[in-house]
């Protein structure tokens, strides 16, 4: 809105062409989104605490989780909102990604909302039944995969590239394409949703991976950055910088609140739709592997789970004490602070080696 404003008066007012650029916008996209996290996270606390809309904490958790029980949840909507109204302000609402990563982050964030609702309103303790909530993500997740499919516009927007890899590129059928894409988007919400465990675990990880997925919009949707690193180079996805960093602004706006001890915690609203923006993001810039080593700290917190199950129902023997493996850590005897800033160091470092496939082509 106030990007197409500027334009309508760039070429009257001196100084307005400073709008055009992208970084400009960026670095406006995410003061505006921290501000306004900052300014309405008091409110949004009050508002919630007021309706007793609380953690419920799990009988069989770490004894340590207890006292967080009753603290204000559902904070994923602080997040959406201030994403959305600053990626409204500075983006060009006229690109087409712009509305698609849009599309499928409040898909996925009603999706978790209705779950939380249910659970924490309604005081139904399954929320919303598993293969409901798996049948609705999996339609927003294929309907996005479809739209991107259908509406690309060069043979690079639905290929193959692996990193380390110069002038690879696999053009994909219809249905790897969807399929490819379905397990970014779902697959990597869920990993949120799961590493979403302990006070601000989550959140700095998730707003790493989207600061460095910023960096890969960027150079992808520039023809000369693109040719250059040897990356595809993918029309509009540019402007996705805007999202990116709207969405990393809002992140940090919402660790100044959940950071150890929280005040709030994000719920699945916030979860859901922060790892489903991250699957999409990785799906338009042909960056997949990437993004899975970038976010490697969800990936593991997903395999954690998966090979406990697997383990207990063909053993009948556990491989860690608890799962996810945060709690592992934590029912050995580690600090809660101690877990989240080792997690985050350990992100950190994944989401360098991530940036560096840009130069090891």
Wanted: with cysteine; glycine share 10%.
């Amino acid at each position: 809105m106030l990007y197409w404003l500027t334009q309508q008066f760039a070429g009257r007012i001196s100084g307005l062409h400073v709008f055009s650029y992208l970084t400009f916008r960026a670095i406006l996209a995410t003061a505006s989104a921290l501000g306004l996290s900052l300014l309405l996270g008091p409110a949004l606390i009050l508002r919630l605490s007021h309706y007793q809309i609380g953690q419920v904490v799990r009988d069989d958790g770490p004894r340590s989780h207890l006292p967080k029980a009753g603290t204000p949840t559902m904070g994923g909507t602080l997040i959406l909102v201030t994403t959305l109204v600053s990626t409204l302000l500075w983006a060009e609402l006229g690109n087409r990604l712009v509305w698609t990563v849009l599309g499928v982050t409040f898909a996925f964030g009603l999706i978790g909302f209705y779950d939380d609702y249910l659970k924490l309103v309604v005081k139904n303790p399954r929320g919303l039944v598993a293969r409901w909530k798996y049948l609705w993500q999996s339609v927003a997740g294929l309907a996005t995969a479809a739209t991107l499919y259908y509406t690309a516009t060069d043979p690079a927007e639905t290929a193959l590239f692996l990193p380390f890899v110069k002038n690879f590129e696999l053009p994909l059928p219809a249905l790897t394409f969807l399929l490819i894409a379905y397990l970014m988007i779902v697959g990597m919400s869920n990993a949120v949703n799961l590493t979403d465990g302990l006070d601000g675990l989550a959140i700095m990880p998730a707003t790493l991976v989207t600061a460095a997925l910023g960096i890969f919009v960027y150079a992808s949707g520039n023809a000369v950055f693109a040719h250059y690193l040897q990356i595809p180079e993918i029309r509009g996805a540019g402007e996705l910088l805007i999202f990116c960093a709207s969405l990393a602004g809002a992140g940090l706006g919402f660790l100044w609140f959940n950071s150890y001890p929280a005040q709030v915690f994000m719920g699945d609203v916030g979860a859901l739709a922060i790892g489903a923006a991250i699957g999409v993001l990785a799906v338009i810039v042909r960056q997949e592997l990437v993004v899975l080593l970038m976010g490697g700290v969800f990936v593991l917190e997903t395999a954690s789970v998966i090979l406990q199950v697997a383990s207990f129902k063909l053993t009948g023997r556990r491989i860690f004490r608890m799962a996810p493996i945060h709690h592992h850590f934590e029912l050995k005897g580690w600090a809660e602070p101690k877990v989240i800033v080792r997690f985050w160091i350990i992100s950190l470092l994944l989401v360098l080696a991530g940036l560096a496939t840009l130069k090891l082509r």
